[in-house]
């Protein structure tokens, strides 16, 4: 998606690969923050990045791993039925799973590599950022919404989650997933966080997607 000269490009990163991996049709979409433009091209766009693991793309960042290890690995884990932290591969080995994802950023004029929360939140609210985020989730049609430290700007707004007496209401705390209009919205840490062991957050995300698919068993 772009929706002006500054913005940049990502979404689904390969049309006709996404929801259709051999082991399992869940639509995966990351919901991350800003892209890393520091010494960037003008033309550079999050799906080229993504796509092209060899040329000018994932792997010749020597960064690449703090944020796309984590999101490479827990991909591959939920696609491949769940499998356990130990059984999956080395990010690099298994990077040809992003092909079947999707991954949005909510500010698209991107920033450095930290994000400088008081402008990211200001901009989130001043720019409404949420509506074309909103728009491409519709079109993604996602049924596994991952959010990167970013869900907590929606439900704040109450642009997503609606924190009335007896309906959604993460509370920033305990709550890691909850089921909406038929998706799964995980609220999570940023994949290059630092709370926790990646193994431990990524069990507790499969732990949501397990309990989302024998919910949702036909």
């Given amino acids: 998606m772009k929706t002006g000269d500054d913005f940049r490009y990502d979404g689904i990163i390969d049309e006709e690969k996404f929801g259709k991996f ?23 766009g999050l799906i080229e990045f993504l796509g092209n693991l060899t040329k000018t793309g994932l792997f010749r960042y020597h960064h690449w791993h703090a944020t796309w290890g984590f999101v490479i690995k827990t ?30 950023n909510i500010n698209k004029r991107g920033g450095g590599r930290q994000t400088d929360m008081v402008s990211f939140h200001s901009a989130f609210r001043d720019q409404k950022l ?36 007896g309906k959604i209401d993460f509370d920033g705390k305990n709550i890691w997933g909850c089921v909406r209009d038929g998706r799964l919205w995980i609220d999570s840490y940023h994949p ?27």
């Avoid at 991909?75 to 080995?93: D, H, M, Q, R, T």
């Avoid at 996602?142 to 700007?153: E, F, H, S, Y």
């Fill in 22 to 44: 051999k082991e399992s049709t869940h639509k995966i979409l990351w919901l991350l923050r800003e892209p890393n433009l520091k010494n960037k091209p003008r033309d550079w």
């Fill in 130 to 165: 949420y509506e074309p985020v909103l728009r491409q989730i519709e079109e993604i049609n996602p049924d596994i919404i991952i959010g990167g430290g970013t869900l907590a700007l929606f439900y704040e707004n109450g642009v997503i989650f609606n924190t009335e007496p």
């Fill in 75 to 104: 991909s591959w884990g939920i696609l491949y039925n769940c499998a356990y932290w130990a059984e999956i591969s080395p990010a690099k080995e298994i990077a040809g799973i992003l092909e079947y994802i999707a991954v949005v």
């Fill in 192 to 218: 290059n966080q630092r709370r926790m062991k990646q193994k431990d957050l990524y069990r507790q995300i499969v732990e949501e997607v397990k309990k989302f698919c024998d919910n949702h068993k036909e």
